[in-house]
Structures are given as structure tokens and as C-alpha cells.
């Protein structure tokens, strides 16, 4: 039986995460996915965008920027607060839904674009049957951003592996113990999404050493869709 993750020390970590960093710029590669994808932003007026983990909200601004209607899904009650307070500070708008998504947006559908950031925080099970709700939240033709935790990443063997590859980290991992992960790479990600049913659109790989360089960073990403 693999080990299952406990969303309560998920809540925990990244509530406090997004209170203690509440960063005003979103993510580059974010950034350049809807550059690519999405850069008529009349014409993305009333499209539906969602991230899930929306954090303390600097993406969900980036979507409002970019015309969507965005709604945010997090975990924690205590980032969905911060994301609020956010968006607000700005004279945003969205709409927020606390809980793993897998609840949280349960009966929902017809999303345009999916922010996905962290899929691997999760069974290897779990992370397969989390795409396939996804999959099912999209509309046809709708797209998603997300990456996958490469097992080059610093910390990806400093824990206890399950049978399925899923790790629960140690305190050798420093602020990531206690945190369940699944590392995969470029191949095992994408075959992952197609058997979902999504058709691969681009896929990258980003490194980022950190700490003077002594800890290695590793995720490839994808922007993909549901097809039409």
C-alpha cells in the first residue's frame, strides 16, 4: 500500500508559505506560456481560468491582467485569505474555493485554462486520478500549464520511498519534511498526461541551483489541451 498524503501538513506548509512570501510578480514561465497562447486579451474576456494552489494570488492577478475570469483553489484556508487580500489590494476580482480541488471544484466543468503547480504533491495513484478530474474540467479545446518534480531535484532520494515511488520526506529535506512527493521525469510525465487524454503542446525543462548553489532545482513543463 503506498503511503497517502496528509493534506493537513500540505494546509500547514503552504498556508504559511504564502503568508510568509507574498510575492508581486507571477511566474516567468507562466508568463510566457499565455504570451504564446493566449496574447489577445479582448478576446480572452469571459474565458474561465482556475489554478489550483493558487498561494497567495500573484498568478490569479497575472489571469485577471489577462483578461480571464479567475477563480482560485487552495488548501489552505489561510493562503485563500492572503490571495484575497491580494487581489483586493489591487482592485481584483475572483472567485475563490478552499479545499483540494478535487472537492473544492467538485460539479464544476468548462474551464478554459487550468494553472496547475504542483501535481506531484501526491501517490503516484492520486496524481493519475487528479489529471483524469481535470481532464474532465477542461472544455473542449481547453488548455493547461503545468510541471512535474524531476528526480535530478536536490532532495528527491532524502526520505522514505513507497512501493508506488512516492517519498515522504525527511528532515534531511529541511523546509520540505514532512511533505509527500512523487518525482518524475520528462518521458514518465508526458506519457501521463497523453493516457489522460490530453494532446502535449510543448514541453520544457527549467533548473534553478539555489542557496550559492548547492541546492539543484529540476521541473519540466507542459502546456497541453483537451482536444477540441
Known amino acids: ?122 501517490t503516484r495513484e492520486g496524481m493519475e486520478a487528479s489529471f483524469a478530474q481535470v481532464f474532465s474540467l477542461l472544455a473542449p479545446g481547453g488548455q493547461i500549464w503545468t510541471r512535474f518534480r524531476h528526480p535530478d531535484s536536490w532532495f528527491a532520494t532524502l526520505g522514505k520511498t513507497a512501493a508506488d515511488g512516492s517519498i515522504l520526506l525527511d528532515e534531511r529535506a529541511a523546509g520540505y519534511a514532512g511533505a509527500l512527493y512523487i518525482f518524475v521525469d520528462g518521458d514518465e510525465a508526458e506519457s501521463l498526461l497523453v493516457k489522460t487524454g490530453l494532446e502535449v503542446i510543448n514541453r520544457e525543462r527549467v533548473e534553478l541551483w539555489k542557496k550559492r548553489e548547492t541546492e539543484r532545482h529540476v521541473w519540466n513543463t507542459f502546456w497541453a489541451a483537451r482536444p477540441a
Open 1 to 122: 500500500m503506498s503511503a497517502q498524503p496528509d493534506r493537513t501538513v500540505t494546509a500547514r506548509f503552504w498556508g504559511a508559505e504564502a503568508s510568509r512570501a507574498i510575492l508581486s510578480y507571477p511566474d516567468e514561465n507562466i508568463v510566457r506560456f499565455l504570451a504564446a497562447r493566449f496574447p489577445d486579451r479582448a478576446a480572452n474576456a469571459g474565458l474561465r481560468a482556475a489554478e489550483l494552489g493558487c498561494g497567495n494570488g500573484r498568478n490569479l492577478l497575472l489571469l485577471s491582467d489577462y483578461g480571464f475570469a479567475p477563480h482560485g483553489v487552495d488548501i489552505s484556508e489561510g493562503a485563500i485569505e492572503t490571495s484575497r487580500q491580494v487581489l483586493g489590494s489591487a482592485g481584483r476580482e475572483a472567485v475563490f474555493h478552499t479545499g483540494a480541488f478535487q472537492d473544492a471544484l467538485a460539479g464544476e466543468a468548462g474551464f478554459d485554462l487550468i494553472i496547475w503547480d504542483s501535481p506531484y504533491l501526491d
